[in-house]
């Protein structure tokens, strides 16, 4: 008995995982995406900066940076370039581009 209970309980662990994991999948390309439509224009497609006086995503100082930090220089601003995208973007689309900007580290 105990056994079987195992079994179905490793069962439902898989079928869990199987729907887990494509969600996972969407978010990052949610946020790539995202990504793509409001950062790639002046921080480049590979985070690395394409206008002067742009950030390396990659670089060192911006992957020190807090998630706070990163929020907020989202959502404010970094006068005089970077726009602000508060109340342009939800609160979860900005957590999601703090974690997409993650990926581009070194």
Request: charged share 25%; aromatic share 4%; net charge positive.
């Amino acid at each position: 008995m105990n056994l079987a209970l195992g079994k179905r309980l490793a069962v439902v662990m898989v079928v869990l995982a199987m729907l887990v994991l494509p969600l996972a999948s969407f978010a990052a390309d949610a946020a790539a995406d995202l990504y793509k439509s409001k950062c790639a224009m002046c921080h480049g497609p590979d985070g690395k900066g394409k206008m002067a006086g742009t950030k390396d995503l990659g670089s060192a100082e911006v992957q020190k940076a807090s998630d706070t930090d990163l929020t907020a220089a989202i959502a404010k601003g970094k006068p005089p370039k970077m726009p602000a995208n508060e109340g342009k973007l939800t609160a979860d689309q900005i957590k999601s581009l703090v974690a997409y900007v993650r990926t581009f580290k070194k």
